[in-house]
């Protein structure tokens, strides 16, 4: 009888009985043939060869124990008659597949070890395959490596270069076919710089990370921006200049996890005087855009605040002169504007820690010109100067006091 004639479960040519066994005392006895068996695996070859010390009998014939656990007994069976039988990898799916292949690492099923491996690193996998992979492969050894290229530690390089093209689609000027696209991409941006359990795959030690095509990309979200606010033409497409202010406050977003706040801090600073306009003409309908061109502001005090972005005093004091009346006046309106499910007041409270801030940092002379507008407006309930006409008082004091000791002293 030829080979290809041999079926497995034939009695009348069986000489070998394969009992697959449990713990749990599962046995199940497979017919078939040493021929076979010795021919396609190391395991069963070597115990039905003459060297092999012990040779059990079942029903007439030679027997060979496989012993696996409760978990494995299909995959062992199923390895088993692939022998005979071979059948596509697919059908029994990526965790099936894997459970044959360690069967077959185990029986040294030469040929069903190489089908498997090629199926697994083709195949897609869903989250749980991935898991089990992880955990069944790499005991395997290198020779197993390939199934695992998939989820190899990324270079450097490409991990920056796919971060570079995925930023500039992103951040790219509105477009409404590609708005909802556009959110999934910036999420999965956000997720790649987010320090959870595992370490962030891009980070501002990263020397390989192209900031100057980043801040290309910014610097053209900006001037869009720019055109639109100079030409006042964003007053009339008020929905896709709210996409853009979100695009913009996404991207401070993912520049402050780089240190990256400077271009942003540089064109608000820039661009703030003809904000006032602008903020004046949002009313109604538009407090959502107002907000979001808050919160951009508190974004930059934030980055200016911590030190990351060093300005001039100059351009420190221009950007809190030129936004505190228009922050009084836009918390008004939106304080009106009960039925306003997305207000957060907690905004404001960060932007008035913010100005203080700032204004502390400021020549004496123009913290008093500050305060001077501050006092003579008509909300100054906010933002709360006080700490800053404090602490002014204080180092006036202080600095005539000094003054005076300077005179005596060299008198």
Known sequence: MSFHQFQIGDRATSDVVVRVRTDEGRDYRLYCHSRVLSENSDYFGERLSNEWPTCQ?????????????????????????????????????????????????????????????????????????????????????PKFERILSRLQLIDLPPVSLIFLSAFRFASSAPNKLKTELKKCYQDQLEYLLTEDDDSPLISITNNELPKQELNKCVL????????????????????????????????????????????????????????????????????????????????????????????????????????IPILQ????????????ESFDGEIFQTLESGIVSVILTLPSDWQAEILSQWFASKNIQYPDLLEVFEVWSYRAKSAKRRCFFDIVGNS
């Open 57 to 141: 009998i079942l029903d007439s014939r030679y027997s060979v124990d496989v012993q696996c656990t409760e978990s494995e007994f299909n995959s062992y069976v199923n390895a088993i008659q692939l022998i005979y039988k071979p059948q596509p990898c697919h059908w029994y799916g990526v965790r099936g597949t894997l459970g044959i292949l360690l069967a077959s690492v185990h029986l040294g099923l030469h040929k069903i070890t190489l089908s498997c491996t090629d199926y697994l690193e083709s195949a897609p996998w869903d989250e749980a395959d991935e898991e089990e992979i992880l955990r069944a492969v790499p005991p395997l050894g």
């Open 220 to 323: 053209d979200l900006f001037e869009y921006f720019g055109n639109l606010v100079e030409k006042e033409a964003c007053l009339g497409i008020g929905q896709e200049f709210s996409v853009l202010l979100s695009d913009i406050l996404w991207v401070c977003q993912i520049l402050t996890k780089l240190d990256m706040m400077r271009v942003i801090v540089l064109f608000w600073v820039d661009l703030s005087p003809k904000m006032e306009k602008l903020m004046d003409v949002f009313v109604g309908n538009e407090s959502e855009i107002r907000l979001k061109v808050v919160e951009i502001t508190s974004k930059v005090l934030e980055a200016m605040n911590f030190g990351n972005v060093i300005l001039l005093p100059e351009k420190r004091f221009d950007l809190v002169k030129t936004w």
């Open 329 to 340: 006046r836009t918390k008004d309106w939106i304080e009106e504007e009960k039925n306003n």
